[in-house]
């Protein structure tokens, strides 16, 4: 059964330019799934429309057959998806250890000793409790980037969705970050799906959907 | 509760930002604080020095009533006043039987002239007639000053003007220069008000310039017909200190008016000397058909004291109830002198109210400027924190409790040390205040050629010649404010910190509920 549906799926900026047309895909838990595409083929928008940071101009997205619209958007951002940043979007000023207790609190989740389960999700992503003490700042960008992953894994959310996730990484660390990705998958039962453009990334997701850019087309013109 | 920890964390984090914050709010305080002393202080001092205030007041005639009546119907000013006669002390009695009233004190005040007494004077009186003559030489006294209208009203009797002022009391508490300080008893005793025996205390310079000490008697004289005379036998002798202009203008006009000359007994006895005269008094008529009397005239003068504001007015329209005319008007100098005393601390206050609306309001755009740079440098921080799912309205929350608690904390200090800056700052105020009113009434005085001398009461047009030339008192300004930083203006502060908050941190709401996190996050990006 899939835990996040798109049906006939549209996006078009201030109703001209047409970025996502008639998409219509299906994820699973325990799957990892790949989102491909050329840049701006509107992988990033997707992205967003899953996340709940952005509104579809047409179609729907639903979550456990619920439609996203219709669930307060601060709640399915904070509970049921973890959103890995192609920039991570960390709060600079705030150690490691903060940011990931943070998303905790903004859950709402009764997580006990939350301190403890945060070092946990950072050690996870090898992490240790000295980086886990440091701002943001003094971290390196695969350091910051694990320290993301861990936030989105904090609060337990059914899925996990990640924008170039390995981007920034070297070859080694690239690699490890797939292998969490997939024991996400494998051993904790997530969906995670993870945009790139990246082949290596590509190569090991369990199944993948590729956008191509719309031919010029916008949505308000006439053919 | 995670809003407050984070908040909390925020500020602990953010040192430099929350620093600055914390002094410009300080600043405000201390301002604030001060102000808000002055003003409460200044409310109290007005409060408390009322509630203490004995308010004495008399029944006069309203004279500039009586001119307006006059413009109005066309008639003679002169006809008009003198259509109307001043209180007997009859109706003054009646009128103090109000319940309002706690105390009703009356004098009678005459001119009577000495028989081998002279009056201080600086000019040589010995070869005066008047001075020298016996009872049976009556003659018209030649004192300076003659033709004085001594009713009080410009009215018929007698209008001859003698050496010394008498002036008989009903009671100790109606003796004020003795009641106040002013004069003190420096030799004998004071003598019975209760008693209609001839006693009286004279001045000490009166005694030393006639020789005269406690158990001697003096003669005084009808100055109309100086074969009319009292014996008066001198009970005590009596200092006194006068800084009232006044007494320096009355003594330049004429020797009764000169407080040395002034002559005290009860009121009993100089009314006896006064019906003695009445009844052996010759009437005539002169060339305007006016009648003219030999009798000494007295001028009774009654003073009504109350509790407080509130019976001085509740008599005021008691006193109409019982009959007292439109051409009549209440009085009190004591409230007038209150009052006057009142501008330099309400001058204060009014500054102080002054300074805290410029305070506010300077500060608080400086807060709301710098609140603005905040939320705008925080911008990302906002994007992440509504991007991670946190509501705008908890973002705002946490945003509003990080300035509450650096305003509070800076209000607190601020207090503290507005509390202690407020007392010498006040006093500083209010005797600059002092000196700018002092030197005002210097300035007025010049004008008038009376340099160094106060003009106060010097024009009181509707009171009683007595209030015209004799008893243009000083103000007493209130010199401190001892200003107090209660729990009222605590309060106060605080509501203020509260308001500045909300203010400051509109600004942060608004701009938190515009931004979009996926706009943040993408320009950042």
Redesign the interface.
Known sequence: MSILRLENLSFSYDSRVQVLKDINYSFEKGKVYGIVGKSGAGKTTLL?LLSG??RPTGGKIYYDDKDITKIDR??????YVG?I???F???P??TAL?NVT??M???GKKIPNKKAHALEMLSKVELNEAEAGRKILKLSGGEQQRVAIA?ALSYDPDIILADEPTGNLDLGTQEEIINIFKRLAREENKCVIIVTHSPEVAKNVDEIYSLAPLKAESAGKKH | MYILKNAFLNIKSAKGRNILIAIIVLVIAVSSCISLSVKQSAKTAEEEGLKNLSISASISVDRSKLMQNAQNSGQDARTQMQSVQQLTLEEMQTYAQSESVKEFLYTLTASVNGFEVDPVSDEDTSEEETTTQTPSDAQTPTTPGGNMQQDGMGGRGNFLQGDFSVVGYNSYSAMSDFVSGGSKITSGEIFDVTSDSNVCVISEELAAFNSLAVGDTIMLTNPDNEEQYFTFTITGVYSYTSTSSSDEFGRNFSTAMDPANRIYTSYTALNKFIAYTKENAEVTTDDNGREQTTALSGTTSGTYLFASVEDYEAFAEDAKTMGLGDSYTVSSSDLSSYEESLVPIQNTAKFANLMLWVVLAVGGAILVVLNIFNIRERKYEVGVLTAIGMKKRKVATQFVAELLAVTLIAIVAGSGVGAVLSVPVSDALLASQIEAQETKESEQSESFGRPGQSMQGAGGGTGSSQQSFGNSAQVDYITTLSAKTDFWVLGQLMAIGILLTFFASLVAVVFVMRYEPLKILSERA
């Open positions: 967003s940071l952005a601060y709640r399915y951002r904070s509970r959103v940043f192609q920039s979007n960390l709060i000023g705030y903060r943070l998303s609190d903004v859950s936030r």
